[in-house]
């Protein structure tokens, strides 16, 4: 069984740019969500999706971060545009029935905003 | 809020040797994990503590927990080089944001 995947691995972009990061989450998972670690920080939860549904967003630092979860599948997080803060590690984690389920996450992607 | 301490953060320790991970946390929790990350890895869940006193074993680590204390500990033995690893505690508290709260982590380095 495939685990949770995420794209790109790595993204270097400038202030002021759009960045857009994926998540897969392990099949048949319909509990996603998102978190965040900036350097020398705790991993800090962002959002949970229930499916296509956004059950707590109460993590999603400003605006400027739009989390979408199209047909309850993969999900996308933007940020747009990109300050200096946002750079760090996005996580995504999935699980099965419910938010007290383990969750699984994926290797992260490393964003560097410049 | 929720708030999880851990400790120490950084620790450097030969193989042979035994050491404890702390992770402390700050309001009621209805469960706590343990994740090991690897460099460049995804965070690969070790061990689910549920209730007060649940004791946990995979090999040479070990964690246990107290909810009176709000204590929760990984207990290494007898420390091998592959297990080398950052070390997170999270609480999922239930009664707040629907993510777990983590701790800093602890980066493990077990020396030959």
């Known amino acids: 069984e495939a685990g949770v995947t995420q794209f790109p691995s790595h993204s270097v972009i400038e202030k002021g740019q759009t960045v857009t990061l994926r998540c897969d989450p392990i099949s048949g998972h319909d509990n996603l969500y998102w978190y965040r670690r900036v350097m020398g920080k705790e991993i800090k939860f962002l959002l949970h999706f229930v499916k296509e549904s956004k059950q707590d967003e109460s993590g999603m630092p400003n605006n400027r971060f739009l989390a979408e979860r199209t047909g309850g599948t993969y999900s996308t997080l933007k940020v747009q545009p990109a300050e200096l803060e946002d750079s760090g590690v996005y996580f995504c984690?999935?699980?099965?029935?419910?938010?007290?389920?383990?969750?699984?996450f994926g290797p992260g992607t490393r964003l560097l905003v410049l | 809020e929720l708030k999880v301490e851990q400790n120490p953060l950084f620790l450097s320790m030969q193989e042979g040797k035994n050491y404890t991970i702390y992770c402390n946390y700050s309001?009621?929790?209805?469960?706590l994990y343990w994740y090991r990350q690897d460099p460049g890895k995804s965070l690969e869940s070790l061990f689910v503590?549920?209730?007060?006193?649940a004791v946990k074993q995979e090999g040479r680590l070990m964690a246990s927990l107290d909810t009176k204390a709000r204590l929760s500990t990984l207990h290494i033995t007898a420390a091998v080089h592959d297990l080398s690893a950052t070390y997170f505690c999270a609480v999922y508290s239930g009664g707040g944001a629907d993510g777990l709260t983590f701790g800093k982590g602890t980066h493990l380095i077990i020396q030959p």
């Open positions: 984690a999935s699980s099965s029935r419910g938010m007290w389920e383990t969750q699984y």
């Open positions: 503590l549920l209730s007060n006193g």
């Open positions: 309001t009621t929790s209805d469960r």
